[in-house]
């Protein structure tokens, strides 16, 4: 079946540093990558879609500039996490489009905590 | 602007009784629907889609879903509940008009409580 990974999947930061998350399609071809935050007990918010290279599509309300991704190639995409604050703590879920089919797979997720 | 609902934010169930988690959608167009359960600490896992042709599709460990078009919704059942089907549940829903690669709206999730 389709896997989708990620690294890392736990993360602790200092305040004003950057972090990276990697999303990785295992054994398809992904066009489209998507990422989601999940606070706790609550549902995915779509933050942004990103296409193979080209810029990504943010969702309303989501800084661009604070949330960089990056989709070089057809297996990865790249959320990076500028100046992280505490607020930005919470758990990064990416997904990936194979094309020509219906579901999104899911990768593992990744907890973020902003100390 | 396609939406989901899912009007329980827990289900309680006893193992080896039935279960429904509720699910209603709306879209422009034709949807397609899509069932995903996460367990703590977890991304999600696929269990069930609804495309085209049989109202009643069936998924992953012994979960089934009905679309009925005419209610707009795409309930989740399973007829008798383990323990280890406790998670949390979401769905989802693509409209087919926007396009290939289009967005997944989610529900707000409903989280299932299954005990001995």
Known sequence: ?115 | AQSVAQPEDQVNVAEGNPLTVKCTYSVSGNPYLFWYVQYPNRGLQFLLKYITGDNLVKGSYGFEAEFNKSQTSFHLKKPSALVSDSALYFCAVRDLNTGTASKLTFGTGTRLQVTL
């Open chain 1, 1 to 115: 079946g389709a896997v989708v990974s990620q690294h890392p999947s736990r993360v602790i930061c200092k305040s004003g540093t950057s972090v990276k998350i990697e999303c990785r399609s295992l054994d398809f071809q992904a066009t489209t990558m998507f990422w989601y935050r999940q606070f706790p007990k609550q549902s995915l918010m779509l933050m942004a879609t990103s296409n193979e290279g080209s810029k990504a599509t943010y969702e309303q309300g989501v800084e661009k500039d604070k949330f960089l991704i990056n989709h070089a190639s057809l297996t990865l995409s790249t959320l990076t996490v500028t100046s992280a604050h505490p607020e930005d703590s919470s758990f990064y879920i990416c997904s990936a489009d194979p094309g020509g089919v219906t579901e999104q797979y899911f990768g593992p997720g990744t907890r973020l905590t902003v100390t």
